[in-house]
Structure formats: C-alpha cells, structure tokens
C-alpha cells in the first residue's frame, strides 16, 4: 500500500513538472453556448425532468387525495407513473423518462428523508377538501399545509435542489481533479469531460441558457429547478451567468488541460450554487416577515424550511457553520403558526442574520 | 376577500415589486438610511406608536365594549328600540375599525385580526347554517368568505326583520352566535392592543431600516395594501370592475348598514392621517427629508381629490353603482392614481420593496 501511495505522489509531481516544462497551454475559446465536442449528459438532465414530474404530482395535493403508489413510482421511475400531466414540455417528457433505467431515488441524498416528506404530502392530501387552521391539516387560500403550516411538496422540491443538485455536482467536481482526461470514448469524451457534463446536466439550465431572456413555462428548454432560481432569487447575486460561465470556461480548459482554469470555476461554481440556494433561504425567511395572508405567508415559510433542508449538501469548504446550519433549521423547523404569531419575527430575523453573515448580501 | 384579490392583481403586483426593487437601487443599498436621518426616523415611529397606532387601537376598544354593550341590552329585551340604539356604536366601532386597518403588520398580523374581523363579503348561507347546527369554527383564516366579525354583525344586526329572529323561541342560537361573534372580535383587538402596549412597541420604534419586515416597510406596504383593497373589494369589485360592468352591490363592506361610502371615506382619510403623521412627524415629513418634496405634494393633493371624489359619490354607495355610476367611476380613478403614486412612487423613494403579495408562481 505504501508504495504504491508513494509511487502515485511521484507520478503526480512529474506529471506537474513536466506541464511546468511545456510551460504553455494551447490558446483557447470558451463558446458562448455549452456546446463541445462529445457532450453528452442525458442522465443528470433527465433527473432534473423527473424531479419537476415528481414535484408537480406531488403539487396536485391541491385538488385530489394522491396515489402513494404513483409516488412510489416515480420516485423509482418505474411502472411508466410519468405522464403527460406532469411531464410535459420539458428536455425529458413523461414518453422519454419513463424509458430510462435510472430514476431520482437512486442518487439523492438522504432519500429516506426525502421519501418521507413526499409521502407526508400523500397523507395530508386526504384533507385537500377541508380549511386549515392552527393544529389542522387542510387547505389555506389555494394551498394545502399540514398541521403546523408547511407544504411538504415545498420541502422536497426545494430540498430536492440540494439534495439531488447541489449534493452531486459538490461530489462531481470533488472527483474531477482526479478523472482521466486522456482515454476518449466516442460521444461522451474523457471520463473527466463526461463528468464535468454530467455536473452541468444536474443545474437545469439548457445549453444555450440566456440570463436576459425571460423564460416562460412554454419554453421547452427553461432553466429548471435549481436553474430555475438563478432568475427568481439569484438576481442580484448575479449567480446564473457566473455559474453558466464558469462550466463553459471549465469544460474548454479540460479540453485543453488547463488545470488552473478548470479549478478556479470549479470554485466559482461551487460559491454561486450554494449562494443561489442560500439567497433563496434568505429570501424566504424575509419576505414571509411582511405577507399577512397565511396562505402566502407559510408557502414562502415552506420554500424556505426546503431551501434550508438543501443547504446541508453544501460544500464542506461552507462559511455556514454547522451550528449556525442547525440553528437555521431549527428555527424553520418551528411551527409555522407559531412563527406567524411572533409581531416582531424574532426567530426570522435571526435566520436573516446567520445567512448575512455567513454570505454577505444576498439579495438587493 | 383577500386571497382572491391578490391572485388577481398578482401580474401587477408582481410587476411593481420589480419596479420598486430596480428603483431602490439608486438609494441605499442594504435598505438602511444613513445614520443622519436615524434620529428622524425614531422621532416618527414614536409618534407612528403613541400619537397615532396605540390611541387608534383603544379607540376601537372602547368602541367594541360600547357596541357589546348595546347589542347585549338588544339581545336581553329585543326590541324596535333597544336594535336602533345598537346602531350608532356599531357604526362608531366599524368606522373606528377603518383607524387600524391600514396596522396589519406586527401584532395585527399575528393575531390574523384583519383577516378575522373584516374579510368581506360575507356569507349569509354560511352564518345561517353555523346558528343553525350550532356549529362553526371561528379560527379558521379566511379566504373570501366570512362567518363573522364585523360583516357577519352587518348582516345579522341589519336583517330586515331582526326583532322577530332575535325573539322567541328558537333565538337563543342565533343570541349566542352574535355574543361569540363579539367576544372574538373583542379578544382580537384586545391581544393586538396588548401587544403593542408590550415588548412589540420597541421593536416598532427601534426599527430604523427600511428593509423587509422594518417598520417603514411595514407601513408603506401597508399603505399600498390599502389603497389596492379601496380599488379591489371596497369600491371596484362591487362595481363590477372585474365582472364587466356588472354590479355586485352586496359585495360592499358594510352592505346592510348601508355605511359602505362611510367605511371608505374613513379608511382614506386614516389612511391620510398616516401618511401625514397627523400632528407629528410621518412618512410625509420624511420624504421632505430626504428631498421629495415634489413627491410629498402630488400624494397630498391626490388624497384631497380622492376624498373629494369619493365624498362626490351620493350614498348609499350600493345605489350609486347604479344610480350614479360617472360619479363612482371618477372616484375610481382617483383611487387608482393615488394608488400608482403610493405604490410605485412613493416605495421608491422609500427603498421599500413592497413584498404583501404572493408573487410566487410555484
């Protein structure tokens, strides 16, 4: 064992030594659209299709008691459970899914838990036909909240965008470094390149993404999930094109082993994801300070208890705390309508403040 | 009423919020003001607290224990006398209501008081059928449609044959329904009033940002609110702003008492009396303060027409819809400008993102 470990820190100093050598990197252009050579990252970005399938069935809690079969399966992508109704008009629709091999359960993080929050959604849709209140599952306006205030879709789909996300583009781009980027296979590239690719299919932005067009749900090829919020709360982070940017300039420094560039946007990818999700946190422990319907007040609570459940997959190199992380959780993990009869939002504003100080600004 | 309304208006609303949040950038960017205006900014929102918010909630205490008890004295001996001397408290309370409900933030907010004790329209059917079965949940939020509070008051106190229902056998669900009715409202206003009597009044003062959840954003979110609600549910809907001219007088606030026009007037001019800081220093004087003064004077005047307008409108206002419909629609209009100058103008000269709205399309 030692020996070989030794041998691989050799290699690594040579290899390092000669590139020194050569001591110049071929002259490159990074394309404006994520367009390469042997691209191919169908797996990620057709999770991002399941996942907005999955939410938007979740979201139907509305108006019918839901199937707990149908959640099953779709979270295991199994007995063709996409449809027309919740899969529609995205890169990935119900008939192309539903002929995949893998599915969402497979590769998100803590899946029980998220399993659990999907299936809470099932038990509380029983009561999608009675008011609400404090204590008592039911509807509030157009929205259907369990017995303390939260939408549990809410949970899983915002959660979901750490927890299938962030969590896998964090671990993809931990492994880069360390891929092969010499043995091509035709249409995928380098194992480095193809995972690089992959990373990018889980941000849910198309190839030729445009932070000055306004994407409607019409759009076939909108930003999704994650990639969705670049343009809802990351405006003024400016995260979508920095995050954009940084996987185009990435994916054209692999092609021409420019390490350096390559680690410097894996960083700025890094920041601006987790930014992104924490500026939709902050976003939804303030704006619910001020909404006085309950309806409107506890959706945006509940974006913001899922946009804190996906903060835990962010990088271990976070200036969020551990502690300040579970002082954030257990503050949205307050009953909502004790949050609500708070007038002067004292736990809310603390969570403002953990996020400031840990990010700076986040939002105008 | 509340929630249908902001479905409606969400494109617009959402828009505005968009408008106020490019145009606050020119101002401060973290939504505090600098440290000079501080000293202003406290002076106001003392005088918001002790010259304008508590004294407005105690009026409308008192005014709910003067209307309790009238109606207790109507239900103990129901009579053409003892019904006519609930009258004037009722509209004396309802009236006083219009005084606090531009303060729906802070502890309003918390006890839901608005939404609990003046959504309308109300719902005949629904409050019939609670006395009825003796059964009805006044802790559930509502949405459009309210089983008390003052319009559930409106309606029972001013059914066309009130003695006979009130009396004989068979009324005593129907007593008990107008007693919890006012016990509620009454606990409602009194919690609100503690509070800000309590620990919330320094929160209040202390507040000198301008950002989410300040009590400058507070208020000009509040004023927003108010103005959409006096073009929404208190004057346009009813008209038919949103049914195609079709009039739906009986959606009014106050439809049976047939003090719509009354309520509306007295929401404006509070809500003047808000703006302006009364005899203190208000937003108003701030927004001298921080050189609008061009603004402050289109807002002032524009409330004087609004007012004028509104006071124009022959009453009752459910007749008017019909009867004098240029009048009522030149009211709307000044509503409408008043609202735009509040609302976009005036946020952003504030740097206050007006944030009431549910904008969230997920």
Same mark, same amino acid.
């Given at each position: 064992m030692k020996n070989a470990l030794f041998f691989c820190v050799l290699g690594a100093v040579v290899f390092l030594s000669s590139c020194e050598k050569e001591d110049e990197i071929q002259a490159y252009t990074v394309p &404006? &659209? @994520? &367009?390469?050579?042997?691209?191919? @990252?169908k797996e990620s970005a057709a999770r991002i299709s399941m996942w907005l399938g999955y939410t938007t069935y979740l979201g139907r809690s509305i108006r019918k008691v839901l199937s707990q079969d149908t959640v099953n399966y779709l979270w295991n992508n199994?007995?063709?459970? @996409?449809t027309a109704d919740v899969a529609s008009n995205i890169p990935y629709p119900h008939t192309e899914i539903n002929k995949l091999t893998f599915n969402l359960a497979s590769k998100s993080a803590d899946v029980n838990t998220f399993k659990a929050y999907a299936d809470s959604m099932v038990a509380v849709s029983k009561f999608f036909n009675r008011p609400g209140a404090k204590g008592v599952a039911g509807k509030i306006g157009s929205r259907l909240f369990n017995y303390t205030g939260l939408e549990f879709n809410q949970a899983v789909a915002k959660g979901l965008m750490g927890g299938l996300s962030l969590y896998n583009i964090n671990a993809i781009l931990d492994k880069i470094p360390s891929d092969d980027n010499t043995i091509v296979v035709a249409g995928q590239g380098t194992a480095m390149q193809h995972n690089w690719d992959l990373a990018f299919g889980y941000v849910g932005i198309p190839a030729n993404y445009d932070t000055t067009t306004a994407y409607t749900s019409a759009m076939e090829n909108r930003p999704l999930a994650l990639g969705g919020y670049f343009a809802e709360r990351g405006k003024y982070l400016k995260a979508g094109g920095l995050v954009f940017e940084a996987f185009r300039k990435g994916r054209a420094a692999i092609v021409a082993k420019d390490y350096k560039t390559r680690d410097a946007a894996i960083a700025t990818i890094k920041e601006y994801l987790e930014k992104t999700v924490a500026a939709s946190a902050y976003y939804y422990v303030t704006t619910p300070q001020t909404q006085v319907a309950l309806d409107a007040k506890f959706h945006s609570l509940s974006e913001g208890f899922g946009f804190i459940l996906a903060l835990k997959y962010r990088d271990v190199s976070s200036k969020l705390t551990p502690a300040n992380y579970q002082t954030l959780l257990d503050i949205i993990k307050t009953n909502f309508y004790t949050l609500a009869e708070d007038p002067s939002n004292t736990k809310l504003k603390q969570a403002q403040t953990i996020l400031t100080n840990a990010y700076g600004k986040l939002q105008p | 009423m509340k929630k249908d309304f902001q479905l409606k208006l969400a494109g617009l609303l959402l828009m505005t919020a968009l408008l106020a949040f490019t145009c606050g950038k020119e101002g401060n960017d973290d939504g505090s003001n600098p440290g000079s205006t501080d000293a202003f900014k406290s002076a106001m929102l003392v005088n918001y607290a002790d010259n304008l918010i508590v004294p407005a909630y105690t009026d409308l205490n008192n005014k709910l224990g003067a209307l309790n008890s009238s109606v207790n004295a109507f239900l103990a001996a129901p009579s053409e006398l003892t019904l006519a001397a609930t009258r004037e408290p009722f509209k004396a309370a309802y009236l006083s209501f219009q005084g606090v409900s531009v303060l729906y933030f802070g502890p309003a907010s918390a006890q839901l008081l608005n939404n609990y004790i003046n959504t309308f329209p109300t719902v005949p059917t629904r409050i019939e059928k609670g006395i009825e079965t003796g059964t009805y949940n006044f802790n559930i939020p509502q949405n459009s449609d309210s089983i008390q509070g003052f319009p559930a008051l409106d309606y029972l106190l001013y059914a066309p044959d009130a003695v006979n229902k009130f009396s004989g056998v068979g009324a005593a669900k129907r007593k008990k329904y107008v007693q919890d009715v006012l016990v509620r409202m009454k606990t409602l206003v009194e919690n609100t009033l503690s509070q800000w009597n309590g620990p919330y009044h320094h929160t209040f003062i202390a507040s000198l940002k301008t950002d989410v959840g300040s009590s400058i954003g507070s208020l000009v979110n509040q004023f927003a609110y108010e103005m959409d609600a006096l073009k929404g549910p208190r004057i346009g809907w009813p008209f038919g702003k949103q049914s195609n001219g079709i009039v739906f007088a009986d959606k009014c606030e106050g439809y049976y008492s047939g003090i719509s026009a009354e309520l509306a007037i007295a929401n404006l001019s509070s809500l003047k009396n808000y703006y302006t800081g009364a005899n203190g220093d208000g937003i108003a004087d701030y927004l001298v303060l921080l050189k609008k003064q061009d603004l402050n004077n289109a807002v002032l005047a524009q409330f004087d027409l609004t007012l004028a307008a509104l006071n124009a409108i022959p009453k009752p206002l459910s007749a008017a819809f019909v009867n004098n419909p240029a009048l009522v629609e030149d009211a709307y209009k000044q509503v409408q400008k008043l609202l735009t100058l509040i609302k976009t103008d005036l946020a952003s000269a504030t740097a206050v993102q007006i944030t009431y709205q549910d904008n969230d399309g997920d």
């Open positions: &404006t &659209t @994520y &367009t390469f050579d042997n691209v191919e @990252y199994s007995n063709a459970a @996409y | -």
